[in-house]
């Protein structure tokens, strides 16, 4: 992740999904079925986790819950103008403030979970990581 704006998730076989964020936009590839699709992703709640500046105090943000647990601090948030689309909570280790993971719900209660593992702060991170290049399909034709 580099804020703001730009995320990269690829997951681990067996999982065959890649997304990438960056210019606004939210690219997911399904390399399974070979599926590209592209979201706007202020339309995403991780539009959320990519801001700049995340304010509490905004309109177009609500924390619809706030829990405390042993060394664990979990915020949950929509956005204020269509609360429905889904959520995603953000849990952080309490010392010191980290955070440790979030929690994506879409609007189907569907939940997608990414945990935090070795987590540097303050590096240089390639662009390319962010730059998403639709692969050559076979078209069985030779």
């Known amino acids: 992740m580099s804020r703001p704006g730009r995320m990269r998730i690829e997951y681990d076989p067996p999982v065959p999904v890649l997304m990438v964020a960056t210019g606004g936009m939210l690219t997911y590839y399904d390399r399974e079925l070979e599926q590209v699709s592209h979201i706007e992703l202020d339309s995403t709640p991780a539009g959320i986790l990519i801001r700049k500046r ?8 609500t924390a619809t819950a706030l829990e405390r647990g042993a060394g664990v601090l ?5 956005r ?15 010392r010191p403030l980290t955070l440790k993971k979030w929690v994506v ?8 979970m990414v ?4 987590t540097r702060f303050n590096i240089s991170l390639d662009p390319k990581l962010f730059a998403f290049e639709a692969p050559v399909l076979d078209s069985g034709e030779h």
Not at 105 to 112: K, Y
């Open 115 to 118: 945990s935090l593992l070795d």
């Open 105 to 112: 719900t879409d609007a189907q209660g569907i939940e997608t």
């Open 74 to 78: 979990s915020m949950t948030l929509v």
């Open 80 to 94: 204020g103008d269509d609360p429905l689309e889904g959520s995603i909570a953000l849990v952080f280790s309490d």
């Open 54 to 61: 995340i304010s509490l105090f905004s309109e177009d943000i």
